[in-house]
Each structure stands twice: as structure tokens, then as C-alpha cells.
T-cell receptor, first 112, second 113 residues
């Protein structure tokens, strides 16, 4: 599958700080998705992006579909302890059987 | 709503044993898939199905079989377990191939000794 480069690998921040993470690829994707996984659980969809340049918010989360269609960004504003988890980006290309390719994840720790 | 249900949650196998991981969804989703998650590797697609009777291979299909006899169920079979198959397995479903907003089960943690 197509490798997605997700960074940073981990983040350790204080409550109230803003967080940014991103995902890049050498190939174009038609859809970008951001998931959050908590310990012992499956990933849960946070935001879905379907169009280049699209900027979408979900509460304190904002994600963007890069104009080149090769990258995506996720921002979390005013972080709280329950934001702790692993955040995954996933991309889909319609010419590859619609399979989702996942990044390796960003582990987020938030201290009160 | 149950969503996507996976059983068992935990399993220990000896090398060479076979077993079936169960996955069921009650959302009438067409598209179902199996992923494995290994530390530092993200999720990798094993097999997927676009509807009853139709399955296809993903990125890492070797050592696994699937079938889709009903819309609801998508079991994953390990034919002869190997230590390299120690992993956490996730089943996911989505409404259709184009609607990629996948719902995941809680996972099965498999250890092969």
C-alpha cells in the first residue's frame, strides 16, 4: 500500500495548548480521513475530507485537505486531557480499489 | 445499536493452530474489511469485501482467508497460525465502497506462541 508519512510521531503537551499534526504522501488521494484511537478500542472517525482545499471543523478539531491532494493537516485547539489517544490519518485513492491507507499515527499525551 | 462486533476480544494460539475471528455488523453496510495493527505500523489492510459473495486481497493477505456469505458477517480465518501473526485485528464496515466513513470494531488481540 501507499506509505503515508505522519508527523509528529508523538506529542506531550499541557492542557490548553493547541496541537498540529500532518500527513503527507508522494501520491494523490481523493479522500482524507482522520481517526482517533483510545486504548483498547477501535479507531473512531473524527473528520472526513473529500475535496482539495477543503477545511472542515468538528468542535475543537479542524482538518484541511491539501491543495496538492498529497497532504492533510489536523489541528486541535485548547487541548483537554480527554484528547489523549493516537490520531491516524488515512487516505483513499479511487484508482486503487478504494482501499484506505493509514499513517503510523501520532500519539498525543495531555497533562492537566 | 451494536455497530461492528468482533469476537473474541483476546486469543492465544499455538503455532500451527487454526482459528476464525468473527465480525458482524448490523448497519446493512456493503463494504467490510479486516486490518491488522502492529506497533509503529499503523493499520494494514488484510482483505476486504464489497458485498456478499465478493472478496478481494488487501496489502497483507498471506496466511488469511475470508468469505462473505451474508451482508452482516465477514469472518477472518487463520489457516496455520504463525508468531508473525501476533497482532491486534480490527474489522471495519462502511455504507459503500465510495463512502469511506468506516466504523471499526473493538479489536481482537491475538498472540501466537
Amino acid at each position: 500500500g501507499q506509505q503515508l508519512n505522519q508527523s509528529p510521531q508523538s506529542m506531550f503537551i499541557q492542557e490548553g495548548e493547541d496541537v498540529s499534526m500532518n500527513c503527507t504522501s508522494s501520491s494523490i488521494f481523493n479522500t482524507w480521513l482522520w481517526y482517533k484511537q483510545e486504548p483498547g478500542e477501535g479507531p473512531v472517525l473524527l473528520i472526513a475530507l473529500y475535496k482539495a482545499g477543503e477545511l472542515t471543523s468538528n468542535g475543537r478539531l479542524t482538518a484541511q485537505f491539501g491543495i496538492t491532494r498529497k497532504d492533510s493537516f489536523l489541528n486541535i485547539s485548547a487541548s483537554i486531557p480527554s484528547d489523549v489517544g493516537i490520531y491516524f490519518c488515512a487516505g483513499q485513492r479511487t484508482n486503487s480499489g478504494y482501499a484506505l491507507n493509514f499513517g503510523k499515527g501520532t500519539s498525543l499525551l495531555v497533562t492537566p | 445499536n451494536a455497530g461492528v462486533t468482533q469476537t473474541p476480544k483476546f486469543q492465544v494460539l499455538k503455532t500451527g493452530q487454526s482459528m476464525t475471528l468473527q465480525c458482524a455488523q448490523d448497519m446493512n453496510h456493503e463494504y467490510m474489511s479486516w486490518y491488522r495493527q502492529d506497533p509503529g505500523m499503523g493499520l494494514r489492510l488484510i482483505h476486504y469485501s464489497v458485498g456478499a459473495g465478493i472478496t478481494d486481497q488487501g496489502e497483507v493477505p498471506n496466511g488469511y482467508n475470508v468469505s462473505r456469505s451474508t451482508t452482516e458477517d465477514f469472518p477472518l480465518r487463520l489457516l496455520s497460525a504463525a508468531p508473525s501473526q501476533t497482532s491486534v485485528y480490527f474489522c471495519a464496515s462502511s455504507y459503500s465502497l465510495r463512502n469511506t466513513e468506516a466504523f471499526f470494531g473493538q479489536g481482537t488481540r491475538l498472540t501466537v506462541v
